[in-house]
């Protein structure tokens, strides 16, 4: 560990009633308000960093014709020392972003407890699934109003013919295909 401090405040996450239970492992602590990053020595990160209440934005400006993109992150408590950061965590009762930085490539057991940036959009293999379901919700609602249309013709057309059956099978189904459909019909 980079700061030798930051075991004792690992044994104190083990330790402290009902913290163990709030804390998950990030990759990356961007946009996430509550997070504790260790570094081990060797690691081009701080040794050791703990925010809470911490607010970041992304701002996006034109300078000179051309656009800026900058971030902005401010925090309500910004702490380097792990045995001060015990005494900070007494009040959190949040959940709490943990980011191990490690000195190589990140081991096996870490990346198996890793956690997606739940501030960040999805990426990977888990991305593509996401994208695949909203695929298919977009494919079942163009379904749905194309046979909301179709229905609406016949019922336009029963109405025309004056069809009293054919409108009372017809209009209860555009009813429910008119509920399930996000479109206006």
């Not at 593509?128 to 494919?139: D, T």
């Not at 016949?154 to 013919?161: A, V």
Request: charged share 25%; with cysteine; glycine share 4%.
């Amino acid at each position: 560990m980079k700061n030798p401090a930051s075991l004792y405040f690992l044994q104190h996450l083990l330790e402290a009633p009902g913290l163990l239970e709030r804390i998950s492992f990030v990759s990356e602590r961007d946009f996430l308000p509550n997070t504790v990053l260790i570094a081990e020595d060797g690691s081009p990160e701080a040794g050791f960093e703990l925010e809470l209440g911490a607010h970041q934005r992304e701002e996006v400006s034109i300078v000179n014709g051309r656009l800026v993109r900058q971030l902005h992150r401010t925090c309500a408590l910004h702490v380097h020392d792990p045995i001060q950061a015990i005494e900070a965590l007494q009040h959190l009762r949040g959940r709490l972003y943990a980011v191990f930085s490690f000195a190589s490539e990140v081991p096996p057991w870490y990346r198996a407890v890793l956690e997606p940036n739940p501030a960040m959009p999805v990426k990977g293999e888990q991305r593509r699934r996401v994208e695949a379901a909203l695929a298919e919700i977009v494919r079942e609602q163009v379904d749905l109003l194309l046979l909301a249309i179709t229905l609406r013709q016949e019922i336009e057309e029963q109405l025309r013919r004056r069809d009293r059956e054919g409108f009372l099978r017809t209009a209860p189904l555009y009813n429910a295909v008119r509920q399930r459909c996000l479109w206006d019909v």
